[in-house]
């Protein structure tokens, strides 16, 4: 069974850079079946699509954010990252990592379980 | 930002059919396949329907999905108090490159 296992820390400061890796086990993220994305979802708010990427390493950013996301990979590993700089309150919110089936897709197979990064000083 | 339309509620009693609707555009909708994700507090999304009207193994066939246009809609028969929750629906968008989500439904079983 996949599993999404996410770390990283739980608060940022205003200004500063957010950073998240999820690890994969059960499951390679060499595949050449899938996309692995970060998505977010402000506190009470809706779901919003920040990244892709594969695993050769091939992005697409929401242009919303794009200036300010790097979605990195590591098939070493077994785990992608995500970094979000400049960041601000707007930025606070449940950060999942999931997988993506495909590329021309809105199917999100299986999702990691969250992390709430609060952006504080 | 929600590129897809979806009313911030819907309720129902216990056996009752209910209906959630979805509305895109030519560049999401229109010209890709819709999904459904349900969702509890605090807990991740799962996929609940997906390519319109496929059901993943586990979803049990109460919940149906549907497409027409730019639009899908996601029924749930037998309503069961367990099916109180956030329901999200999801569209490859071609001017995004990536996947555009709804605002969300939150279900109520009165």
């Known amino acids: 069974q996949l599993q999404l296992q996410q770390s990283g820390p739980g608060l940022v400061k205003p200004s500063e850079t957010l950073s998240l890796t999820c690890t994969v086990s059960g499951g390679s993220i060499s595949s050449r079946i899938y996309y692995w994305v970060w998505i977010r979802q402000p506190p009470g708010k809706g779901l919003e699509w920040i990244g892709s990427i594969y695993y050769s390493g091939g992005t697409y950013y929401n242009p919303s954010l794009k200036s300010r996301v790097t979605i990195s990979v590591d098939t070493s590993k077994n785990e992608f990252s995500l970094k979000l700089n400049s960041v601000t309150a707007a930025d606070t919110a449940v950060y999942y990592c999931?997988?993506?089936?495909?590329?021309?897709?809105?199917?999100?197979?299986?999702w990691g379980q969250g992390t709430l990064v609060a952006v504080s000083s | 930002q929600s590129g897809l339309t979806q009313p911030p509620s819907a309720s129902g009693t216990p056996g009752q059919r209910v209906t959630i609707s979805c509305s895109g555009s030519?560049?999401?909708?229109?010209?890709?396949?819709g999904y459904w994700y349900q969702q509890f507090p605090g807990a991740a999304p799962k996929l609940l329907i997906y390519?319109?009207?496929q059901r993943p193994s586990g979803v049990p066939d109460r919940f149906s999905g549907s497409k027409s246009g730019t639009s899908v809609s996601l029924a749930i028969s037998g309503l069961r108090s367990e099916d109180e929750a956030h329901y999200y629906c999801?569209?490859?968008?071609?001017?995004?490159?990536?996947?555009?989500f709804g605002g969300g439904t939150k279900l109520a079983v009165l």
């Open positions: 390519k319109n009207d």
């Open positions: 030519s560049s999401n909708l229109g010209s890709n396949y």
């Open positions: 999801a569209a490859w968008d071609d001017s995004l490159s990536g996947p555009v």
């Open positions: 999931a997988r993506l089936v495909g590329l021309w897709t809105g199917e999100v197979d299986y």
